[in-house]
Every structure is written in C-alpha cells, then in structure tokens.
C-alpha cells in the first residue's frame, strides 16, 4: 500500500453558525487517483481550499506532503497544482506564452520553461496549437491548457475541479484518458472532484462521498457496495442513489 500523501484528520470548517466541513477524517495514498462526489454545497470545494491553505480550518488538521498548509502555503504550492472549473489565462496571448509565464511565477529558468511547455503541450494533445492565442481555444483545449499549467511545475499532486465541465463527450475521453496515463507513466497523485458519476467511476481508484459538510463514504467500488449493499457488484450510481434520495446528478 502507497504512503500518506493527504492526510485530514478531524478536519472542520465553520462560518458563524454554518459548518461547511465537518470533522473529516481521510487519507489520499500516493500515486492514486481519488474522487470527490457530492451535490453543490456538500463540503468538497471548501476542503480542497483547506488543502491549499487558501482558508483556515476551525478545528482540526491538514497535511499534505507532510506539510501544514496553514503554516507553510508556498511549501504546499509547490508541490501542489490547481486546476479550477473556470481557468484563467491571458487570451491575448498564445499557450506557450501562458506556460512559460506560470513557469517564471514558479521560479523555473526560461529554457527550462520553454522546453517544459512545448513537451507539456505535446502530452495534452495541443502541439499544433501552442501559437494560437488562449482566446481561440474551445472549452475542451482551454482545459488541456489548463491541465499542461498545473503540471509545468511538475507537481506531486493535481488538484482538477470538475475539469470536464462543459466538454464535449469525445473531449471528455481524451481527458480522462490523459488523467490515467499521467498516473500511470508519471506517478501523479489525482484528487479528482467531480459532478459525473461515471467518470468518477470510470478513473478513480477510491472515492469519498460528501453530503452537507459530512464525509458519507470512502472506498472503492467494491468496498463501497459491500458496505451499503451487503455485496459486491454495485455501480457507482446504485451506491450514491443509497445516500441521496432525490438522484443523481449528471
């Protein structure tokens, strides 16, 4: 079994009289790749801020390559790279720039970007698009240039945040496929957060489900069915149907 690479234990966080988390307890092995599953408002994203130390929690603790992300943010930074629902690039300017602009932030020599950015932008699929400005892109490309921007700093972790939002059923299927080739030829660590039970399904090695700030579940799908079921068998949507009456989203 792979070490620790996220651990949470008794995680909390409270707005006033709201508890957006609460008390979660979970740990992400290395070189995994872990679903979050749940309705808006169930917790996930403001865990994820806690993981990057872009809020506090109210109790509890938070590691992550065994370091604190309160503490210590630039340590967890960088090793950590965010790829957010709706990404940001400057659309006046062509995907190599926007790469090897994140790299200098990153403190990444520029020949080192360089070469860095046009390898990343062969392995996501847009090497005949790297002198097209960012504003040309379609939703699908923006999200390669997307995923290209969290691994220029060759990061131990990718943190996606519905990253398939928006793209079309074929694009969808590159993505998740370029997702299980960087786990399996690279050794990236996947915290993957997602809407879409079949794509969770489909490429996440454990999943943990999150319903009003509570962690509900964790494990695989085997595991998963056998604790709500009593047997193994059960499809992903079978098992979330079991803690959320009203279905499923899509």
Known sequence: MSEPIIELVDLTKKYRLFTAVDHINLTVRKGEIFGFLGPN???KSTTILMMLGLTEPTEGSV???GIDPERQPLGVKRRVGYLPEDVGFYDNRDG???LIYTARLNSIPEDEAKTRALELLQLVGLEDAGKKNAGQYSRGM???LGLADVLIK?????ILDEPTSGIDPQGVKSFLNLIL???????LTVLFSSHNLHQVEEVCDRVAIFNSGKLQAVGDIEA????VFGESGHNLEEIYNCFFEGGTEQ
């Open 181 to 187: 080739k960087l786990r399996d030829e690279h050794g």
């Open 41 to 43: 408002g169930a917790g």
């Open 142 to 144: 923006r999200q390669r």
């Open 96 to 98: 190599v720039f926007n």
């Open 154 to 158: 060759n990061p131990e972790i990718a």
């Open 224 to 227: 998963l069915s056998n604790q």
């Open 63 to 65: 590691r992550v390559c």
